[in-house]
């Protein structure tokens, strides 16, 4: 294998196929594609799907780029219906107050397109949960570890985690239950950890509706120099 030497440190060769210009274009026309059809479903099936699947997704977000490669995330993958149930009943605790006195009016009225409400039955019928935590600090050896951009780079691993959800013919939810420290509880996760997400995955109902909502034009999210 071709090696440098940068720093002192070895670089190994990367190499990408370069593609013809209309192969770029064709390329970047069906990934948008496929990505505008992804909607954000809140009634999920119960319908099994093979924990392969999600480990598959999880390793996808695991590819996500992260400052100075620390990779702060763990991803908590729920499928225990005990488990499903505990954290519907404390999430929903916090909505039911967050809905009726933390959420100002602007908020509230800025969510009824979206037909929220405090209730969240897909905590309990998704097939899986998928809790993702940021590390602030990570351990090496038993050392303390310096994490960098944290919020940054488990936002970027989100993104991908949710892209690979729809690429495998899933759908998900990103829901933000607030405050959401009782997840640290449930799940026992160390000090270091700090909620950061909280995704079901599963199949769609089979009869769902999604808001009629229209996306961004690319004018309007777009400005060149
Ligand atoms: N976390 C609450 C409220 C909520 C807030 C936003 I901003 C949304 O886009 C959707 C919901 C909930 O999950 O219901």
């Given at each position: 294998m071709e090696k440098k030497l940068k720093n002192g440190f070895e670089h190994i060769r990367y190499v990408r196929p370069i593609l013809s210009e209309a192969e770029l274009i064709e390329n970047s026309k069906m990934f948008y594609s496929a990505m505008n059809t992804r909607r954000t479903v809140r009634d999920f099936d119960t319908r099994p799907v093979p924990l392969e699947v999600m480990e598959n997704i999880i390793q996808t977000a695991g590819t996500a780029p992260s400052g100075a490669h620390k990779q702060p995330w763990t991803f908590c993958l729920i499928s225990d219906p005990l488990v499903k149930r505990q954290i519907r009943i404390a999430a929903e605790e916090e909505e039911k107050i967050s809905y009726s006195q933390r959420m100002p009016t602007d908020w509230k009225n800025d969510l009824k397109p979206l037909g929220t409400?405090?209730?969240?039955p897909f905590l309990e019928e998704a097939p899986y949960l998928i809790v993702v935590f940021k590390q602030s600090y990570g351990f090496a050896s038993g050392e303390k570890v310096q994490h960098y951009y944290v919020s940054e780079s488990v936002g970027i691993a989100c993104g991908f985690l949710i892209a690979a959800i729809h690429q495998a013919g899933l759908v998900t939810v990103t829901h933000t239950?607030?405050?959401?420290n009782f997840l640290s509880k449930i799940l026992e996760r160390p000090s270091n950890e700090k909620p950061f997400l909280l995704l079901p995955v599963g199949y769609p109902k089979a009869e769902t509706y999604v808001p009629d909502i229209e996306r961004k034009p690319l004018e309007e999210i777009l400005i060149r120099f």
């Open positions: 409400d405090w209730e969240k239950p607030s405050p959401m």
